[in-house]
């Protein structure tokens, strides 16, 4: 039942990560519009949970490497999964339309592995509408993610920045 709506839980279809790799061989960048995410504005609850396979890349090589055994084994772990808590929700006021800055501590699970972090997040509410945006740096030999020799460990940013941007509707 984690995505099950109530009173202050608000549940999102609409949400977008992207991520950029970053050397200066190449960058390699890629988004996923398939993110399920839900909100608990009375306990500060956020749980943003990823198909990894539907991360889309401009090169299908890279789309191929990216789902396949030697990379992020997709068939293994079709999800990465975060939960957390927002640390400083008396500051964000959700029934009132502004920005606030946010910190969001918890536990992100990708590849297998699940690493506690704390990230800054900024919450827009507009009416109805409250979006919830933040940016990482995520390091990839955290997450058994790493490249020790050949064309990836030169191609591949060891650490790689993922932007999220959520959309909830009350």
């Given at each position: 039942?984690?995505?099950?709506?109530?009173?202050?839980?608000?549940?999102?279809?609409?949400?977008?990560?992207?991520?950029l790799s970053h050397t200066t061989l190449e960058d390699i960048k890629a988004d996923n519009y398939k993110i399920k995410s839900s909100l608990d504005m009375s306990s500060g609850a956020v749980i943003i949970?990823?198909?990894?396979?539907?991360?889309?890349?401009?090169?299908?090589?890279?789309?191929?490497?990216?789902?396949?055994?030697?990379?992020?084994?997709?068939?293994?772990?079709?999800?990465?999964?975060?939960?957390?808590?927002?640390?400083?929700l008396s500051d964000v006021n959700f029934s009132k339309d502004g920005t606030y800055?946010?910190?969001?501590?918890?536990?992100?699970?990708?590849?297998?592995?699940?690493?506690?972090?704390?990230?800054?997040?900024?919450?827009?509410?507009?009416?109805s509408k409250i979006t919830l945006?933040?940016?990482?740096?995520?390091?990839?030999?955290?997450?058994?993610i790493a490249f020790e020799n050949g064309k990836p460990s030169k191609n591949i940013a060891k650490t790689i920045d993922v932007t999220t941007k959520i959309e909830f509707t009350k």
């Amino acid at each position: 039942m984690a995505f099950s709506p109530t009173e202050s839980k608000l549940i999102s279809e609409k949400g977008h990560i992207h991520f950029l790799s970053h050397t200066t061989l190449e960058d390699i960048k890629a988004d996923n519009y398939k993110i399920k995410s839900s909100l608990d504005m009375s306990s500060g609850a956020v749980i943003i949970s990823v198909p990894m396979q539907s991360y889309k890349f401009d090169n299908a090589t890279m789309q191929k490497h990216y789902n396949s055994p030697k990379f992020l084994d997709t068939k293994q772990f079709p999800k990465s999964k975060f939960k957390g808590t927002i640390t400083n929700l008396s500051d964000v006021n959700f029934s009132k339309d502004g920005t606030y800055n946010a910190t969001i501590e918890g536990n992100l699970t990708l590849h297998g592995i699940t690493k506690p972090v704390t990230e800054n997040a900024t919450f827009k509410v507009s009416g109805s509408k409250i979006t919830l945006d933040s940016k990482m740096k995520l390091t990839l030999a955290d997450y058994k993610i790493a490249f020790e020799n050949g064309k990836p460990s030169k191609n591949i940013a060891k650490t790689i920045d993922v932007t999220t941007k959520i959309e909830f509707t009350k």
